[in-house]
C-alpha cells in the first residue's frame, strides 16, 4: 500500500484520512485556470498551507488546488512530488501522545521553478500568462529574498542576474520577477505576491528585491518603464505582510515506523543532493496560526473558513511583535542557551525541568505581558498558555535547542531588546526591575564560552558574530571568577546587538554581576538558576 492516488481506499481502510473531493477533477480545473502558485516545496508548505486549500476542497468552498514551483532543491519535486502523485501524508502530532494521519491532496501540480530549463519555463510562464491566477505566495525562508550580503554588496549570482536579464535568471526573487514580467507583456493582469515566511515584515523584504530587480533590468534595457511602474502599482501587484507560525520539524524516525506499522510503503525520508531531509510525510504541531494583510486585486481563496485570520497591516505587524517580542521567541532563545549548557537535547525535555521552566514562565507572564502588543484578533495570554503548555512540553516536537541557538546574535535585539525598550518608555515601570530577561542574557553570555555545566567544552552552533564575540570573552575561565576583568562590558552596550545599550537602561551591570554567578564553577548554571527561580 502505497501513497497513491489509486490507493487512497487502501489508505482509507487504516483509518487515514483520505479527500472526499475529486481530486483529478481539480487537478484538471487547477491546470487549466490556476489560481494559486506557492514557491518552496518543502514541509511548512505540505503540512499548512496545502491543508489549508485541502479544507476549502473538502468544504466545497473550492474546487482548485494549489502549484507547488520548487526554486532551490529541484530533488523534492522529482523524489518526493511526482512519485507520490503530488500527495502528502500529513501526520499530526498531539501534545498527549496521540497521532491523526490524513491525505493532504490539494497540490495539484509539481513545477521546479527552473527557467533555464525550457519544460519547466514553458510551464509557469503559461501559468502566469492566465488571467485566473490570484496570488502566488512563499515558503523560501528569509535567506531567498537577499539580493546582498551582510556589507550590502550584490551576491555574484544576483549580479549576473542582473546582466542577463529576465530570460532565464537563478535567484528566487530573480525567476518570480521575470514571470511577473511575463504576466505584464500578457495583460498587465492583477496579482498578489504574498510571502508567508517565518520573518519579519516579510511582504517587504519580497517587494524590495522585485522592485530592485526590476529597476536593475530596466536600466539595462531589458523592461521597459511600465513594467517597474506596473510591480509599483498596488492595484496591480500587492506584495501582503503576512505572519506564521507552526512547527513542522524534520521527519520523525518514529513516525516512520508508525507508518511502517500500518502498512504504509515507501515512507523512508531522503536527503537531496541540495542536503534537505525531506519524507512523503510531514509530521506536524496541531496549533497554528497565518495572519494575512488582506490585500489581493484578482481576489484570493475563502481561506478564512480555514482559519486564516484576514486583517489590516497594522493588526499583522502587531500579532508577529507579539510572538517574536513575547510569547514565543523569546522564551526559545532562553530555553536555547541554557539547554545547551545544561546538556539538554530536546526542548520538550527543557520543559520538564523545574527552573527552566520557571524561567520561561517569567520572562513571558511575569516581565512580558505588561508590554505585550495585543494585536486583538488573537489573545495574548491564550497564544502564551498555549506555548507554554502545549506547544514546547510536547514530546513529540523533537525541536534541539542547539539548533534554535543559531545565529542568537542576530536574534536578541527584537527577543529581548523590544521589551526592554517598551520597559524604558513606560513612566509605571523601570528596566532596572526586570530579573528574568537579564537572567537571559547572562545565560547566553556563559552559553558562548562553549564550556557546559559539569566544565566540559561543547559545541557552539553557527552564529556570523560567533568570533567576534568570542575574542571579546577571551581570558574568561569557569570556575575563576578573577578571570572576568569587565569583558563584557564591550558587547552589552552594543546597542546593536540588544537593540538598547542595557548599561544605559540600568541592566548592564546586573547582567554582569548573573554572568559572575554562572561561571562560579561546576553547577554553577543549575545553582544561580534555583537561587533566582526556587
Known sequence: MELKLNQLKDLASKGIKT?????????????????????GAGN????????????????GLSDKGII??????????????????????????????????????SIAEGVKGNLSDEMSAARLREIFENPSLQMISFTITEKGYALTNAS????????????????????AMSVVTSLLYTRYQKGQYPLAVVSMDNCSHNGEKVELAVKRIAKEWLDRGYVDAGFVAYVADES??????????????????????????????NMAPIVTSKNTFIAPYVNAEVPEYLVVEDKFPNGRPALEEAGVYFTDR???????????????????????????????????????????????????????MPVVVDPKIIKPESFIKEVIEERLPNPFIPDMPQRIATDT?????????????????????????????????????????????????????SDPMLSELQGKLAGIKVGDVDSYKG?????????????????????????EGMFLELIAGKDAVRNTLVKYLG
Open 19 to 39: 479527500p472526499s473531493f475529486d481530486v483529478e477533477g481539480m487537478i484538471e480545473k487547477t491546470k487549466k485556470d490556476p489560481t494559486w502558485v506557492h514557491f
Open 44 to 59: 511548512i508548505f505540505r503540512g499548512f498551507i496545502a491543508n489549508l486549500q485541502n479544507t476549502l476542497l473538502e468544504k
Open 68 to 105: 507547488a514551483a520548487e526554486t532551490f532543491d529541484f530533488d523534492i519535486i522529482d523524489k518526493i512530488y511526482t512519485p507520490y502523485d503530488n500527495l502528502t501524508l500529513l501526520v499530526s502530532l498531539n501534545a498527549d501522545g496521540s497521532t491523526k494521519n490524513s491525505v493532504v491532496a
Open 152 to 171: 550590502g554588496e550584490v551576491f555574484p549570482f544576483v549580479a549576473k542576474d542582473f546582466e542577463n536579464g529576465p530570460k532565464s535568471p537563478s535567484h
Open 236 to 265: 496591480k501587484i500587492s506584495f501582503p505582510w503576512s505572519m506564521i507560525d507552526k512547527i513542522t520539524p524534520r521527519p520523525s524516525e518514529e513516525v516512520k515506523k508508525n507508518l511502517d506499522e500500518l502498512g504504509v510503503e
Open 314 to 368: 497594522d493588526t499583522v505587524n502587531n500579532t508577529e511583535t507579539m510572538k517574536v517580542t513575547t510569547c514565543l521567541n523569546p522564551l526559545h532563545t532562553a530555553l536555547a542557551v541554557y539547554g545547551c549548557v545544561l546538556g539538554f537535547d530536546s526542548i520538550y525535555k527543557e520543559m520538564n525541568d523545574p527552573q527552566l521552566k520557571a524561567l520561561v514562565e517569567k520572562i513571558g507572564y511575569v516581565e512580558g
Open 409 to 461: 546574535s542576530q536574534k536578541v535585539a527584537i527577543r529581548f531588546g523590544e521589551t526592554i525598550k517598551s520597559y524604558a518608555k513606560r513612566e509605571d515601570l523601570s528596566p532596572k526591575d526586570l530579573t528574568f530577561i537579564p537572567l537571559a542574557l547572562a545565560g547566553w553570555m556563559r552559553y558562548l564560552l562553549g564550556v557546559n555545566d559539569k566544565m566540559e567544552a561543547f559545541e557552539l552552533s
Open 487 to 511: 569583558q563584557l562590558k564591550n558587547i552589552l552596550s552594543n546597542a546593536v546587538i540588544f537593540g538598547v545599550d542595557l548599561y544605559e537602561v540600568g541592566l548592564g551591570d546586573k547582567v
